[in-house]
């Protein structure tokens, strides 16, 4: 397995991922009251149920963003101490298809999926 190309992926994703966190962190840099004030001029009701919605929709992006991150500098990690690409369940290779898709996988494909129905 060629290491090399999996780590130039998890860090290319790494940065994109971090830079999707920048953004949301700029996005929402000004307070609730800020924000709602500007876009309403009578502060509506459903103009601020639109906002809060905006804003649980954002955190919840930067709050999966975060955990990807951890996922990738997990995964960083196994390439660094050579257990990359084995399967933290049943310890046999995860398919590289499954890690082009999935850089950051734990598990291989069978295994994910009896975590899932669990």
């Known amino acids: 397995m060629d290491t090399e190309y999996f780590r130039k992926l998890l860090v290319d994703e790494r940065e994109r991922v971090s830079s999707t966190v920048e953004s949301l962190h700029e996005s929402n840099s000004r307070s609730f009251e800020e924000e709602t004030e500007e876009e309403t001029y009578d502060n509506h009701l459903a103009d601020s149920a639109t906002a809060t919605l905006n804003r649980e ?18 995964a960083l990690d196994r390439i660094e101490n050579g257990t990359f690409g084995t399967c933290a369940r049943c310890g046999k290779q995860i398919a590289e298809d499954r890690l082009e898709a999935l850089p950051y996988a734990t598990r291989c494909i069978d295994c994910q999926r009896l975590a899932e129905r669990a």
């Open 57 to 74: 929709i954002d955190s919840t992006l930067e709050e999966n963003s975060g955990h990807v991150l951890v996922g990738i500098d997990e």
